[in-house]
């Protein structure tokens, strides 16, 4: 798992995010986060909801069971 996926999985921690509000707080470009959730997305660690705002579809991800528990052993790794 490389930094910035980390990175990605660390900001969804707690509540779903859309794509832009990902690669800005990891600070990444837009088209780079996408293709890291997608990867993430195929590894099982996140999921994807698309629902319809103002006529265009907005994709929210969110972290799986497997994507917290990770989370939760990378939280405990910096703590030793």
């Given at each position: 798992l490389g930094a910035t996926k980390e990175s990605i999985l660390r900001e969804l921690e707690g509540e779903?995010?859309?794509?832009?509000?990902?690669?800005?707080?990891?600070?990444?470009?837009k088209g780079g986060v996408y293709s890291h959730l997608q990867d993430l997305?195929?590894?099982g660690m996140v999921t994807v909801d698309?629902?319809?705002k103002d006529g265009r579809g907005v994709k929210t991800y969110h972290l799986t069971e497997?994507?917290?528990?990770?989370?939760?052993a990378l939280k405990k790794a910096d703590d030793t």
């Open positions: 779903p995010k859309h794509g832009y509000a990902i690669a800005n707080a990891v600070d990444i470009s997305k195929e590894a698309e629902v319809e497997a994507g917290e528990l990770l989370v939760a």
